[in-house]
């Protein structure tokens, strides 16, 4: 199903999916059923020991997520797929098999600020914890390394957008280092980036954004590459070291390339329940049937307004790595050579007053806590996502009181312009 050699267009659309073999069924039915009924005690019995795979009980795998899974695999060019129940979800189920008490991530500073927030925080919990490093300094981030570590953590096109990261350089760090590489690659989607190319082993997705990309769904997706050797230490004992959690079995040698994502399904799904509903993966395997096309018009629209607001005489400062003033825009070339996405900020010569003024006059443009839908969206990230947090704090995660988040859909860029301009008028 997952025919790599298939350009990604088709895949898109094929990939994970075939008719119905019950009815015939053209497009992927939503399997709304808990259970499956065992061909008999052996069979059941084969199945419960992973020696047959097959479905059990919607939980751990559902045939509408399969077919989503094995698709997200074959775009990404990984060896395998778990979905889950939402972006966040999927960091953790990423985490969970390689984590353990005292266990330590070190992760980019330029990232999404829920994840900020997941990674100082709530890890905490589980005894997990997080050191924050700029991913631009790699000596920074060979120091924050120690024997602890487990994963190194960074987008591919850094939310709110503006930062590309230099992904080939992180995954001969964490190559060195004996650890893998995860890469949330949410907003570039891999249209735009594909990071098990520069060496992720783990590719994390919020199928909520661009992936559905209508703002009808909340996903998310962790994609194996299948090359790390988990055996290879003994830092990855949930995978390399028989698993008490799973009668004994030694995933890394009994799966091979598909130990993790066994261990996701298996284990992860099984104890942490965050599953993905058949629902969502419907609407997001039809999302990701014109995922090219989607992203290839965010990309030409965000090229033309950021352009256009660039040239405004409100407007500071534009970060879109697109711009030929942005100091990311050569490394467009190696890690997203089709463009560097939809999103970005933008700053605004007047303050807080002029942005919550702008965003109040704009019509077309919604007001929202999302971004990656068809719709353009804006957001005044200080007086909403980071309002608690000091004027310093708001600066260092690029949410000044003067900065606007544009995630620029795929209508008429004529018509955004229209509407950034008569708003950027209001606001004056
Ligand atoms: C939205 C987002 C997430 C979290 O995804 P949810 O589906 O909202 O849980 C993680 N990373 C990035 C880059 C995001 O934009």
């Known amino acids: ?185 949410t907003s570039a989607t891999a249209y735009l980036c594909r990071p098990i190319e520069h060496g992720a082993t783990l590719v994390v997705n919020s199928l909520t954004k661009y992936m559905t990309g209508n703002g009808t769904v909340t996903g998310g997706s962790i994609t194996d590459s299948g090359k790390f050797d988990w055996m290879a230490s003994d830092k990855f004992p949930s995978l390399s070291q028989p698993e008490p959690a799973y009668h004994g079995l030694t995933f890394g040698e009994a799966l091979g390339p598909m130990a993790f994502t066994f261990h996701s399904i298996a284990i992860g799904l099984r104890d942490l329940g965050m599953t993905l509903n058949p629902q969502a993966a419907h609407y997001t395997l039809l999302g990701l049937e014109t995922l090219s096309l989607r992203m290839k018009k965010h990309v030409e629209n965000a090229e033309i307004v950021a352009k256009w607001l660039e040239g405004h005489p409100a407007v500071e400062a534009v970060t879109y790595a697109g711009l030929d003033s942005s100091p990311y825009k050569s490394r467009m070339a190696t890690v997203c050579p089709k463009g560097a996405g939809g999103l970005f900020t933008f700053a605004m010569k007047d303050g807080y007053d002029a942005c919550v003024k702008f965003v109040n006059a704009l019509k077309l443009f919604s007001h929202v806590a999302n971004l990656g839908d068809t719709r353009s969206l804006v957001i005044h990230s200080a007086s909403t996502t980071h309002r608690q947090l000091t004027p310093e704090q708001q600066a260092a995660a690029g949410a000044a009181p003067n900065v606007v988040r544009l995630s620029i859909g795929i209508e008429d860029s004529d018509d955004l312009i229209a509407d950034l301009d008569q708003a950027l008028k209001a606001a004056s």
């Open 1 to 185: 199903m997952a025919d790599t050699k298939q350009g990604f267009d088709t895949i898109q659309i094929h990939g994970g999916a075939v008719p119905d073999p019950s009815t015939g069924a053209r497009q992927t039915p939503i399997y709304q059923s808990t259970s499956y009924v065992f061909k008999d005690a052996d069979h059941a019995a084969r199945l419960f020991n992973l020696e047959e795979v097959g479905f059990i009980y919607s939980r751990l795998t559902n045939p509408t997520i399969n077919a989503l899974q094995d698709r997200i695999t074959a775009l990404e060019g990984g060896a395998g797929t778990v979905c889950c129940s939402s972006g966040h979800a999927a960091q953790i189920m990423a985490l969970f098999p390689l984590m353990g008490p005292g266990k330590n991530v070190v992760a980019s500073t330029r990232l999404y600020g829920g994840t900020v927030t997941q990674f100082s925080n709530t890890i905490k919990r589980f005894g997990w914890s997080a050191s924050f490093v700029d991913t631009d300094d790699l000596d920074a981030v060979r120091a924050a390394i120690n024997e602890d570590t487990r994963a190194l953590f960074c987008e591919s096109i850094a939310n709110p957008g503006g930062y590309i990261t230099d992904l080939p350089a992180m995954a001969k760090i964490a190559e060195e280092a004996g650890i893998p590489l995860i890469v949330d690659n």
